[in-house]
């Protein structure tokens, strides 16, 4: 029963370059969510996902692209890394909208 | 009048005490206000949530009381161990929106 999975856990990325965060749930809950945190500013929602083929931005979308071909699984991508990147990525899913989030265990970024 | 408004930012209580934290909103439209529990190099973790039917709720040592009139709701911790050292956010959302709008987050230490 892992819950929500992310990988990798850590990475340091140059500016520019670009990389796939992934998250896959075993939990069969059509909501996810992809989040950044920043030190101090609380939690930033930057996708969401309804349903396998459904997706939407957040508060925070550009410099993002995300997909959901399947339920279990919802990659977040990051095209042409900048510093303002660097954060701690948290996925997150849930079986109705807002309710019970189950995170995952984040991956922090480091763009340099 | 999406923002949801913590404090403390940050907070320190001796062991055996009560930890306040307390949120405020300003969109009477928000119906569920839940709190998330995040330890070091995790992700968050539902703790307890309230809806503004009821004005408290308790769960163990935690307590949420909720205030509609005054648009502001609180996290108590009776007996505050050290465990419960953590930082601790409010959030809140309405049926209608898929967002949770989140607080800023408060970093809760408990001393021995």
Known sequence: ?112 | QQQVKQSPQSLIVQKGGISIINCAYENTAFDYFPWYQQFPGKGPALLIAIRPDVSEKKEGRFTISFNKSAKQFSLHIMDSQPGDSATYFCAASTDSNYQLIWGAGTKLIIKP
């Open chain 1, 1 to 112: 029963n892992a819950g929500v999975t992310q990988t990798p856990k850590f990475r340091i990325l140059k500016i520019g370059q670009s990389m796939t965060l992934q998250c896959t749930q075993d939990m069969n809950h059509n909501y996810m969510y992809w989040y950044r945190q920043d030190p101090g500013m609380g939690l930033k929602l930057i996708y969401y996902s309804v349903g396998a083929g459904i997706t939407d931005k957040g508060e925070v979308p550009n410099g993002y692209n995300v997909s959901r071909s399947t339920t279990e699984d919802f990659p977040l991508r990051l095209e042409l890394a900048a510093p303002s990147q660097t954060s701690v990525y948290f996925c997150a899913s849930s079986r109705t909208a807002n309710y019970g989030y189950t995170f995952g265990s984040g991956t922090r970024l480091t763009v340099v």
